[in-house]
């Protein structure tokens, strides 16, 4: 053995054993209790980053940790490799996508070997290749056959240079994130998932997911969105038309003063009159090219312009003026809004803005409000006023009167309505998985028959910068004879949402090479669901609410047995360092800062903010250079010590320095005491001075266990280490307790491995143990050594800390109390004063009152 510790020898040495051994190969087993641990898989960059390091690691102390307990444990590794990034290499670059990702998987692959990361490496996948995508294509036609997907117009983001939709997160500023060109709404005929069809059970079975942070449930309740309201139509003055709205304050109705319509709503051109066309078309074309997420939030300037139409309130017949208005989206409720500016404060500042009636139709107790004085909208509860024969009534009550009282009239009725859409899935790109549709012109829409699954997407393509799919161009894969007459048709050149192909991949690990249909669902039944998912708080909604909706899909075709697809969630923060920048060179890498000045022209650089790392802004840090210089074992240990999982992490190279310094005192440890150890056993007591040691050893087994085993407080587990290792420095008689000091060595190495799993095993065989310290299983804690001989007492006089005593394990109250006050610091602050009472909480604190 190295006296000195090496990682990079060390490091490549149990690299190749774990993958040499299959050491963390699986296969179902009846009798084992299973784990499966998953991180979200990675899109296939070329480079793993730190934010990688940090989640990867996290999820493998987890997946070490519970192997260590018992558990056949599932923790597998894959690519979610279709996407746009790969498309832009091949025009920047001339590469072709596949050739780039699958050089970027080979790379990043070995990038994740040399962390160490306890993968099974045998079920590794990526989501481009057919092998993978056939059974996606296959649950598309059954989703098909079953109404759960279809075909229809849809308004959506589209960029002209890029030929494509863009989804609402790559618009930016109102412009294609890739090409910078201004991006306008287009009608498009477009496939859909029904998502709606399972929003009631996506937002009932919430209540299963106790594992999961509230802010996400909170933000998946937001987006799917359920609201108890009522349906209400406007007879359109002078036409036959009506305007119908969904409101969730029908209570409100009589201060309903003008409508707001979105710009996309059917009857917009309609109700426009001659006098207003011009302004109110150049509106709808403004609007047009305004991000749609943008749109709906709070901070979007409130904009509209007046139709020159009139609609008529059901309840006092008072005449409307319609307005369209940019705030309104067609993907919410009905399209078309009640405005009660009095009463809601979206529609308060748009009535600010263009002078319209503000009427106040609920009072609050007490008060007397009135729409002409009115500084921000009241949206409590009060009494009905100005509301007809509805006046007096608390508002609540009102809401279920007036529902039925138009119910009546046939005018409006009680509803539900919700936020959450149908999920459209078609992308007009070429990197991605081609929808298996085949249109004929006698025979219409034809499914792609089963046998002839997967529609493999082809290669031999060329991607210009023009824009548009080169599916749409492709002779040999557009034209194909229809499977039910014959006759020569051709292929949908549209293809899925890159998120249809990671909402189901996390079963397909169950059985990745199983080619009798999409699951092998005696395998996906042992394995699913996944008890831990890992990853970061930006894929909250989309990802998790699609993943969940796809595991019902699934459920439903008889291919799962599970309800819900991830038992827990942890969703990490980010990995920030500060950011540094010069006034003529702008962002600057670390090394291009000397003295705080930058090394290219010598000016003073501008720091301070501490950001996300991004390559942008020149603030990131290989990990293949951090290995290289410290190794795996210290740059995971970094990640995992420096905050909780859940905070965002400080990149600070002291502390990956401390690290370091820590593992070459466990290496120290271990190497200084061999001699004195290798021939005793492991102590099960001890006596004497021995014993606090030993009972420091399994309070630290009892604490790491605790902090790892789903609390994930893993900066304070290795804290935790790091005092029981300065003990065993510390502990003056090693030669009089070898057995003592074995077992607490043996201690520190098993309880390091989840997190320095390299270090960990060669120390376990240097010790003299062979199969590996995984096998040797998690360290169990002795009750019995947890047994104090002797307790620490605080005492306080007038509740202030005066003294620590010492007194026996079961030392009495009236013994404790003998004891402080013959100590002598307690002594001089009770001097000259009477002690009025004692009050005594056993085992921890003693307080004396005394004037």
Known sequence: MEERYSPSAIEAKWQKVWEEKKTFQVSEDPGKEKYYLLEMFPYPSGRIHMGHVRNYAIGDVVARFKGMQGYNVLHPMGWDAFGMPAENAAIQHGVHPAKWTWENIDSMRKQLKKIGLSYDWDREFATCSPDYYRWEQLVFLRMLEKGLAYKKSSAV??????????????????????????VVQKELEQWFFKTTAYADELLDDMDQLGGW??????????????SHGCEIDFAVDGNDETVRVFTTRPDTLFGATFMSLAAEHPLAEQLITDAQRAEAEAFIEKVKK???????????????????????????????????????????????VMAVPAHDQRDFEFAKKYDLPIEVVIQPEGEALNGATLEEAWTGPGLLVNSGDFDGQPNEDAKQAIAEYLDGKGEGKATINFRLRDWGVSRQRYWGTPIPVIYCDSCGVVPVPEKDLPVVLPEDVVLSAEGGSPLARHEAFLKVDCPICGATARRETDTFDTFVESSWYFARYACPDYDQDVLDKKAADYWL??????????HAVMHLLYARFWTKILRDLGLLSVDEPFTNLL???MVCMETQSCPEHGWLYPEEVENGRCTKCGKPVIGGR???????????????ALIRLFGADTARLFALFAAPPEKDLEWNEQGVEGCSRFLNRVWRLVYDNLDLISQVPVATAAEGSAKAL??????????????????????????????LLNAVNGFKQNSEHPAVIREAVEAIVRLLSPFVPHMAEELWELLGHEGGVIAAGWPEVDPAALVKDEQMIVVQVMGKVRAKITVAADASEEQVKEVALAD????????????RKMIYVPGRLLNIVAN
């Not at 669901?529 to 930006?538: K, L, T």
């Not at 002598?824 to 002690?835: L, M, S, Y």
């Open 610 to 624: 501490t950001e996300k790392m991004s390559k942008s802004k020149k603030n990131v840090v290989d990990p293949d």
């Open 824 to 835: 002598t610091n307690v002594a001089r602050f009770i001097e000259g004063k009477t002690v």
């Open 290 to 336: 305004q991000d749609t997420t943008e749109r709906s939030t709070e901070t979007m300037e409130k904009e509209g312009i007046f139709t020159g139409s009139y609609c008529i309130n059901p309840l006092n017949g008072r005449k409307m003026p319609v307005f369209l208005a940019n705030f309104v989206l067609m993907g919410y409720g009905t399209g078309a």
């Open 529 to 538: 669901p996944v008890d831990q998912y890992i990853g970061g708080i930006e």
């Open 571 to 573: 969703t990490q923060g």
């Open 213 to 226: 942070p509230e802010q996400v449930l909170t933000m998946q309740r937001n987006w799917i969105g359920k």
């Open 694 to 723: 030993r009972r420091q050893v399994h309070e630290t087994i009892q604490k790491v266990t605790s902090d790892i085993d789903g609390r994930f407080h893993f900066n304070t587990a290795i804290a935790a280490v790091m005092e």
């Open 157 to 182: 983001n589209w960029c002209d240079d890029c030929f494509t939709v863009l989804a609402n997160e790559q618009v930016e500023d109102g412009c294609c994130w890739r090409c910078g060109r201004e």
